[in-house]
Structure formats: structure tokens, C-alpha cells
Antibody, heavy 116, light 110 residues
Framework: EMQLVESGGGLVQPGGSLRLSCAAS????????MTWVRQAPGKGLEWVANIKHDGSGNNYVDSVKGRFTISRDNTKNSVYLQMNSLRAEDTAIYYCARAARNMDVWGKGTTVTVSS | QSALTQPASVSGSLGQSIAISCTGTSSDVGGYSLVSWYQQHPGKAPKLMIYEVSKRPSGSSNRFSGSKSGNTASLTISGLQAEDEADYYC??????????FGGGTKLTVL
């Protein structure tokens, strides 16, 4: 069974940092782009970033450029999202998803709350 | 990177058909055949229902269909069932090599 499990969420103060992880299983992880999508409380989905299957390329939404970094370790079947300089508006459920455009496998999400 | 435009809500009766529109620009919806649709029930992760405008992944009901004309894509759900009540989001690849979502549409089944 294909599965994605996110972890690393929590409560952090404005200006702080957090690193999210997403562990994949049930498919050949190293052949897929991976994506992070977030959803603020009561709001819609927002695409955040994606990373090429071999880690050689990535893309970000403008609002996180320079603050967030997506990376992956194909030996550990995992993708990461390093989040720095966090703001209140980054508060959301963060989902990990398989593929770059047609996101066909999703994790259950991890919650990030940015508050003092 | 402006969000695609979807109606905030639509409703339909059991057994009827409804359509949800998704309007973008020539830099996203109109420029590529890379529109996807996702269904999200409360408290759950999104589920891919349609990809590449009109293709259905395995596990997606054939009551769901997609189309596109110019800068506007549409999701049609036929034979509405109670379990179709959910939020629906469109997304599109963009000329910036990013992905943009619509604001979401809440479907109510009467």
C-alpha cells in the first residue's frame, strides 16, 4: 500500500524554525517528484513547494521563497521541508503529496502553529 | 501566482448533475492541459479525482468528468450521491513551473 506519513509539526514562536519530514512507502520513491501543500485553518489548499525526483530541481510559492527549503533523501525514502523565519500566516496543516502536478497520493498532514 | 477562481458553493439534489467551474489565465489553465481536481471531506486529506483535464485515476468514480475550454476548466459530477458532499479544488500547472489551486467549492447534496 502506498503511504506518506508526515511528522515534525508543532507550536513555534514567530521567527522560529521547524523541520517537517515525510516518510514514503509502497512505491519507488526515487522516481517521483514530491510536493508540499498547506491548508490554513478554515481555508483552501495552497501549493508550497516541489522537488525533482533526484533532488536536482525545486520550485516554491513566492510567499515562502528565501524562508523554506525543500529537500529529499532517496536512501531514506523521505522528503523534508525546512521552515525558517516563521510567521503567523504559515499556520496550517502541511501535507506531503506524491508527484509534481497530479498529486495522487497524500499523507494525513502535520499541523504547524506559529504563535507567541 | 493568483489563485484560480471557483464558485464558493454549489448544490444539487440526489441523482442530479452539477458542474463546478475553475477560471484561470493563459499562464495556467489556458496554457496547459494540466488541470487536476481534488475532493476533500472534512478533516481528511485531499483525493485526486481528475488529472490532465479529463483523465480519471483508478479509484475515482466514472460519475466524475472534466473538461476545459480556453482559460476555464470544469468538473461535472453526475448522479449525485450523498457521499459526494465535500469541498472540491482545481489546480493547474503554471508558466512559472509552479502549481496554483483554486479557492475551493463547497458542494451540498440536497
Amino acid at each position: 500500500e502506498m503511504q506518506l506519513v508526515e511528522s515534525g509539526g508543532g507550536l513555534v514562536q514567530p521567527g522560529g524554525s521547524l523541520r517537517l519530514s515525510c516518510a514514503a512507502s509502497g512505491f519507488t520513491f526515487s522516481t517521483y517528484w514530491m510536493t508540499w501543500v498547506r491548508q490554513a485553518p478554515g481555508k483552501g489548499l495552497e501549493w508550497v513547494a516541489n522537488i525533482k525526483h533526484d533532488g536536482s530541481g525545486n520550485n516554491y510559492v513566492d510567499s515562502v521563497k528565501g524562508r523554506f527549503t525543500i529537500s529529499r533523501d532517496n536512501t531514506k525514502n523521505s522528503v523534508y521541508l525546512q521552515m525558517n523565519s516563521l510567521r503567523a500566516e504559515d499556520t496550517a496543516i502541511y501535507y506531503c503529496a506524491r508527484a509534481a502536478r497530479n498529486m495522487d497520493v497524500w499523507g494525513k498532514g502535520t499541523t504547524v502553529t506559529v504563535s507567541s | 501566482q493568483s489563485a484560480l477562481t471557483q464558485p464558493a458553493s454549489v448544490s444539487g439534489s440526489l441523482g442530479q448533475s452539477i458542474a463546478i467551474s475553475c477560471t484561470g489565465t493563459s499562464s495556467d489553465v489556458g496554457g496547459y492541459s494540466l488541470v487536476s481536481w481534488y475532493q476533500q471531506h472534512p478533516g481528511k486529506a485531499p483525493k485526486l479525482m481528475i488529472y490532465e483535464v479529463s483523465k480519471r485515476p483508478s479509484g475515482s468514480s466514472n460519475r466524475f468528468s472534466g473538461s476545459k475550454s480556453g482559460n476555464t476548466a470544469s468538473l461535472t459530477i453526475s448522479g449525485l450521491q450523498a457521499e459526494d458532499e465535500a469541498d472540491y479544488y482545481c489546480s493547474s500547472y503554471t508558466t512559472s513551473s509552479t502549481v496554483v489551486f483554486g479557492g475551493g467549492t463547497k458542494l451540498t447534496v440536497l
